[in-house]
């Protein structure tokens, strides 16, 4: 894994500067290319084919094909002997080579052969066309800037800020969602003219030419069939046996949760001849949850070199370089112990492999629970279903909805939005995964009425605006209910939220980070498992469990999925109320002209009496605060430390 960064024209130093905010992500070594037409850069992370002959931007025979690429190409040997049998050349064991030969084969059509996590930026030299595209699902980000002439492209946000005539105006649209929803959906960022490329996405420019063309998705129908644990449990082994193939050192992230159980336990049968490192997180305190003694249990059952990574120290002083290497902010304080965690593994490996997308796939989330339980009183009147959770104390609530802290009566207010809206499912998930009610839009922005009166005039639904969740999303036809959902946490929540945490804190500390579950071809099988293989009344991912129960201990198989824990009470008693208090005063916020100070300081006066919620709005409105200070009011291109941001 890499960090790829360039555009159209010829700038030396700023692709120099560019490349240089990218180190993180290959220190191994940097490349350029530029031949007053485009300019190309690279950072290398040396994974396969370590000699000098995988360095970047890599070209073809003749030099009419140069390529910049971040990822690797798990088939790129079954891909390598197609391609010799057609007389091509190769130059190099690389994955990247078979890319450039097969866009010389196939054209635009050599994406259908990639399975692999990708992003990459081809210059071809006869048509002079800029061609760049990025995975399937998303496991490899790519951000560019295009205003009708002048095209920058980059890894992560902070190189294309290198341009300093790129302008860092503040998309209001995206603030909002991520108040809303702690990530920001779709292809928008923070920044009003930079855009993230979609997954399974592609853009071709030539010229003043700009397109952007789809070339994957998931089905938007699902045809329900009964596959089998043993299929399920083959097509996983194929998966992890192509992502542990490297020229170094690799690892498995391994939580106590049955994901990254079922990774472990299968690389651990595939190289019986060596021993496989693993890595747990925890904390320095007892918890509900504790990660670190189920993450033990399946290192012993498995036989692994185990390694445990306790978070202690300042919670607040890190956070500047965290959102230094996120470009964003991000609401979810799971960020913490997984920059701790790959800080920890990159001593002993190069590569990790992680559970991410088991969840989405196979069912795995709360909310969906939730829901189907809710689709049961559909036909109870609103009124009568939000009088009754009005006369029911917070702790017989807790017992239904299946959180880590106490609901409160912050989470009370929002179960009642929710109830209320079951007669529209889009805007009843919409109240599930948001952490704010609709009483919290009006007290937190300042001019939220005015948004509202806007957007009603167009007819459009608040729901836009709430959350991303629309009818070509969340699929008008109609499948069924719980298929939809995961569908729409496949298309935004994955690759917004789950993966930019993955590659942004393993990227960090230069270490590549696999996916087992994220092969498209393991997606699309899952994808038409039948709804009742993946959640049913007493268990989420059904098949997976019972593909799983040859190589785990049972009560691993049969545990109860819970979401990572982290000590949100502990830090706010010790760092977070104080931060805020220092961060939100009534001169700041007024400066700002974005927030209403009583309730910001609502949130943390009375976050010991709900603190699911105002947990979650807290982190997430300093995380924004600190990073407008760092990237929009300094305009800084460097970690900052607290104390300047203060």
Same mark, same amino acid.
């Given at each position: 894994?890499?960090?790829?960064?360039?555009?159209?024209?010829?700038?030396?130093?700023?692709?120099?500067?560019?490349?240089?905010?990218?180190?993180?992500?290959?220190?191994?070594?940097?490349?350029?290319?530029?031949?007053?037409?485009?300019?190309?850069?690279?950072?290398?992370?040396?994974?396969?084919?370590?000699?000098?002959?995988?360095?970047?931007?890599?070209?073809?025979?003749?030099?009419?094909?140069?390529?910049?690429?971040?990822?690797?190409?798990?088939?790129?040997?079954?891909?390598?002997?197609?391609?010799?049998?057609?007389?091509?050349?190769?130059?190099?064991?690389?994955?990247?080579?078979?890319?450039?030969?097969?866009?010389?084969?196939?054209?635009?059509?050599?994406?259908?052969?990639?399975?692999?996590?990708?992003?990459?930026?081809?210059?071809?030299?006869?048509?002079?066309?800029?061609?760049? =595209? @990025?995975?399937?699902?998303?496991?490899?980000?790519?951000?560019?800037?295009?205003?009708?002439?002048?095209?920058?492209?980059?890894?992560?946000?902070?190189?294309?800020?290198?341009?300093?005539?790129?302008?860092?105006?503040?998309?209001?649209?995206?603030?909002?969602?991520?108040?809303?929803?702690?990530?920001?959906?779709?292809?928008?960022?923070?920044?009003?003219?930079?855009?993230?490329?979609?997954?399974?996405?592609?853009?071709?420019? @030539?010229?003043?030419?700009?397109?952007?063309?789809?070339?994957?998705?998931?089905?938007?129908?699902?045809?329900?069939?009964?596959?089998?644990?043993?299929?399920?449990?083959?097509?996983?082994?194929?998966?992890?046996?192509?992502?542990?193939?490297?020229?170094?050192?690799?690892?498995?992230?391994?939580?106590?949760?049955?994901?990254?159980?079922?990774?472990?336990?299968?690389?651990?049968?595939?190289?019986?001849?060596?021993?496989?490192?693993?890595?747990?997180?925890?904390?320095?305190?007892?918890?509900?949850?504790?990660?670190?003694?189920?993450?033990?249990?399946?290192?012993?059952?498995?036989?692994?070199?185990?390694?445990?990574?306790?978070?202690?120290?300042?919670?607040?002083?890190?956070?500047?370089?965290?959102?230094?290497?996120?470009?964003?902010?991000?609401?979810?304080?799971?960020?913490?112990?997984?920059?701790?965690?790959?800080?920890?593994?990159?001593?002993?490996?190069?590569?990790?492999?992680?559970?991410?997308?088991?969840?989405?796939?196979?069912?795995?989330?709360?909310?969906?629970?939730?829901?189907?339980?809710?689709?049961?009183?559909?036909?109870?009147? =609103?009124?009568?279903?939000?009088?009754?959770? @009005?006369?029911?104390?917070?702790?017989?609530?807790?017992?239904?909805?299946?959180?880590?802290?106490?609901?409160?009566?912050?989470?009370?207010?929002?179960?009642?939005?929710?109830?209320?809206?079951?007669?529209?499912e889009e805007k009843a998930y919409a109240d599930l995964i948001s952490i704010l009610s609709n009483k919290d839009r009006k007290r937190l922005f300042l001019h939220q009425k005015k948004e509202d009166e806007r957007l009603s005039g167009k007819g459009r639904l608040s729901i836009k605006r709430e959350s991303p969740i629309e009818g070509s999303l969340f699929q008008k036809e109609r499948?069924?209910?719980l298929h939809r959902m995961m569908y729409f946490d496949t298309k935004t929540w994955l690759p917004n939220y789950v993966l930019f945490i993955n590659d942004r804190m393993t990227m960090a500390n230069g270490i590549e980070g696999r996916t087992p579950f994220l092969d498209y071809t393991f997606v699309e099988h899952a994808h038409h498992l039948h709804h009742s293989l993946k959640l049913?009344?007493?268990?989420?991912?059904?098949?997976?469990?019972?593909?799983?129960?040859?190589?785990?201990? @049972?009560?691993?198989?049969?545990?109860?999925?819970? =979401?990572?824990?982290?000590?949100?009470?502990?830090?706010?008693?010790?760092?977070?109320?104080?931060?805020?208090?220092?961060?939100?005063t009534p001169s700041s916020v007024t400066a700002r002209g974005m927030y209403n100070y009583e309730y910001l300081k609502n949130i943390w006066e009375k976050y010991p009496k709900s603190p699911l919620l105002y947990g979650k709005q807290l982190f997430t409105v300093i995380n924004l605060e600190l990073w407008q200070r760092q990237f929009i009011d300094q305009e800084k291109l460097a970690?900052?430390?607290?104390?300047?941001?203060?």
């Amino acid at each position: 894994m890499c960090g790829i960064c360039g555009f159209n024209g010829e700038d030396k130093s700023l692709l120099r500067q560019m490349n240089t905010l990218l180190t993180h992500r290959g220190p191994d070594g940097e490349g350029f290319y530029s031949d007053g037409k485009v300019s190309l850069g690279h950072r290398r992370l040396s994974i396969i084919d370590l000699s000098p002959a995988g360095k970047q931007p890599m070209t073809n025979e003749d030099q009419t094909v140069w390529i910049t690429f971040n990822g690797e190409i798990y088939n790129f040997p079954e891909l390598r002997k197609e391609l010799e049998k057609r007389g091509h050349s190769f130059s190099s064991h690389t994955d990247t080579e078979t890319i450039i030969h097969g866009y010389e084969e196939w054209g635009e059509n050599v994406l259908q052969k990639l399975n692999g996590m990708f992003a990459f930026a081809l210059w071809d030299t006869k048509t002079e066309m800029l061609f760049l =595209a @990025r995975d399937r699902l998303g496991v490899k980000p790519l951000y560019y800037f295009w205003n009708g002439e002048k095209f920058v492209f980059a890894s992560e946000i902070k190189s294309i800020l290198a341009d300093q005539t790129i302008p860092r105006t503040l998309n209001q649209n995206a603030v909002r969602q991520y108040l809303n929803l702690r990530y920001i959906p779709g292809e928008e960022t923070l920044f009003q003219q930079i855009s993230i490329l979609p997954p399974g996405q592609l853009i071709m420019l @030539r010229g003043k030419e700009f397109l952007i063309k789809k070339y994957w998705d998931l089905p938007s129908q699902q045809n329900g069939k009964m596959g089998t644990a043993v299929e399920v449990r083959e097509r996983l082994q194929e998966s992890v046996r192509k992502r542990l193939v490297a020229d170094v050192p690799v690892g498995v992230y391994l939580s106590g949760g049955i994901d990254s159980a079922g990774i472990t336990a299968l690389a651990a049968k595939l190289k019986q001849d060596e021993t496989v490192k693993t890595f747990s997180v925890g904390f320095d305190h007892s918890s509900e949850v504790d990660e670190l003694s189920r993450a033990k249990i399946i290192a012993q059952h498995c036989r692994t070199d185990h390694t445990e990574i306790v978070v202690n120290g300042s919670v607040a002083e890190l956070l500047p370089k965290l959102l230094w290497h996120l470009d964003q902010p991000h609401g979810d304080p799971v960020i913490i112990p997984q920059f701790h965690l790959s800080e920890k593994a990159r001593e002993k490996v190069k590569v990790v492999l992680s559970g991410e997308g088991a969840d989405e796939l196979l069912g795995g989330y709360v909310q969906y629970k939730t829901m189907l339980r809710a689709q049961k009183i559909q036909g109870i009147p =609103a009124l009568f279903r939000k009088n009754a959770v @009005r006369a029911v104390p917070v702790k017989i609530l807790d017992y239904f909805f299946d959180y880590p802290v106490s609901l409160g009566e912050k989470g009370k207010e929002k179960v009642l939005d929710f109830l209320g809206n079951l007669h529209d499912e889009e805007k009843a998930y919409a109240d599930l995964i948001s952490i704010l009610s609709n009483k919290d839009r009006k007290r937190l922005f300042l001019h939220q009425k005015k948004e509202d009166e806007r957007l009603s005039g167009k007819g459009r639904l608040s729901i836009k605006r709430e959350s991303p969740i629309e009818g070509s999303l969340f699929q008008k036809e109609r499948q069924p209910l719980l298929h939809r959902m995961m569908y729409f946490d496949t298309k935004t929540w994955l690759p917004n939220y789950v993966l930019f945490i993955n590659d942004r804190m393993t990227m960090a500390n230069g270490i590549e980070g696999r996916t087992p579950f994220l092969d498209y071809t393991f997606v699309e099988h899952a994808h038409h498992l039948h709804h009742s293989l993946k959640l049913n009344q007493q268990q989420n991912k059904v098949i997976l469990r019972e593909a799983l129960k040859p190589l785990l201990p @049972r009560k691993i198989v049969e545990g109860k999925k819970h =979401a990572f824990f982290t000590p949100l009470d502990r830090w706010y008693k010790e760092e977070l109320k104080g931060l805020a208090e220092q961060l939100f005063t009534p001169s700041s916020v007024t400066a700002r002209g974005m927030y209403n100070y009583e309730y910001l300081k609502n949130i943390w006066e009375k976050y010991p009496k709900s603190p699911l919620l105002y947990g979650k709005q807290l982190f997430t409105v300093i995380n924004l605060e600190l990073w407008q200070r760092q990237f929009i009011d300094q305009e800084k291109l460097a970690p900052q430390k607290l104390s300047t941001l203060l």
